[in-house]
């Protein structure tokens, strides 16, 4: 069975018309609507030549769906599916790289270039084959995410650098407060808080709209981070910092780093009690 996703109600009446009184017309089921809007039912194989702005949002919601499918095979912008296929080290690898490579093995299939298609449009396309991974990693989404938010704020300076920011210390020290305090009066912990596996927000419009782009084009030789905390809440920066030293990270970038390395350090951050959200 083909189940067929399409917004345009003339295309779903030509699909419709094509396969009317074929032996495959009771193996096609259309839906009209908007696939981020629409419930998707159950799927094994997901094949798609999707509208590139709706990449991030897409991605991340067929990677939210639960029974997770087999392999979905879909057309991206070349830039877009370059990211998502990049490796620590290489000029695209990003917020969105770790975040979909969390969830899923990525390759790149195919190129398509634009002159595959009247007009050519302004960009080449790839194609992608996307497994999302089984067992699932499991990470608290919203930790994960402002973890990531954070590390990729600018991934060309060393995490050292970025977690001595005024904004980042005082962050996550009303966290930790905030935390240390539910903790006395609950008795109870963070962890409990958290519910589910949607990692559709990691799609966000943001996101979306610029693929991500992170600090490029930034040099960072001569963009200053921000002024580094001097020294109000001096223990707790000590404490973020003792972090970094612990699992050697402190003269590391993001722009580097695997998924594995970016997991132990949340979870050396975890243990000491520092959260992201
Ligand atoms: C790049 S075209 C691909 C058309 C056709 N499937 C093909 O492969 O030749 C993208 C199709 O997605 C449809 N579309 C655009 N936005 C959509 C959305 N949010 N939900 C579902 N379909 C959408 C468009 O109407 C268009 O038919």
């Known amino acids: 069975m083909v189940i067929a996703i399409e917004i345009d109600h003339r295309m779903v009446l030509e699909l419709q ?8 017309s009771n193996r096609l089921k259309v839906i009209q609507g908007d696939v981020l809007k629409t419930e998707l ?11 590139y702005q709706i990449s991030s949002p897409l991605t991340f919601k067929l ?3 639960q029974p997770a499918f087999r392999c979905a095979i879909i057309m991206f912008q070349r830039e877009f599916a370059m990211r998502l296929v990049a490796q620590p080290g290489d000029k695209l690898y990003c917020r969105l ?7 899923a093995r990525i390759s790149h299939l195919l190129k398509v270039g634009k002159n595959n298609f009247r007009p050519p449009p302004k960009v080449d396309s790839s194609v992608v084959r996307i497994e999302p991974r089984k067992p699932r990693i499991e990470v608290k989404q919203k930790e994960w995410d402002g973890f990531l938010r954070i590390c990729f704020n600018r991934k ?5 650098s970025i977690f001595r920011q005024k904004s980042v210390i005082s962050l996550l020290e009303k966290n930790y407060n905030t ?4 903790n006395l009066s609950q008795n109870g912990s963070k962890e409990e808080t958290e519910t589910g596996m949607d990692f559709s927000r990691f799609g966000d419009s943001m996101e979306d709209q610029r693929m991500d782009m992170d600090d490029e084009g930034v040099d960072d030789d001569d ?30 970038r993001s722009s580097k780093l695997t998924l594995q ?17």
């Open 17 to 24: 018309r094509r396969f009317q009184g074929t032996p495959y």
């Open 41 to 51: 039912p159950y799927f094994d194989i997901c094949v798609a030549n999707i509208p």
């Open 63 to 65: 990677l939210s769906h």
């Open 97 to 103: 790289t770790v975040n979909t490579q969390l969830l």
């Open 156 to 160: 060309n300076k060393t995490l050292g």
């Open 179 to 182: 935390l240390q305090a539910l």
């Open 223 to 252: 963009m200053e981070v921000e002024a580094e905390d001097a020294g109000s809440s001096s223990e707790f920066k000590d404490k973020v910092l003792a972090v970094l030293k612990e699992g050697d990270f402190e003269d590391k």
């Open 261 to 277: 390395e970016f997991l132990y350090l949340l979870s050396l951050f975890n243990k000491a009690g520092i959260h992201f959200c």
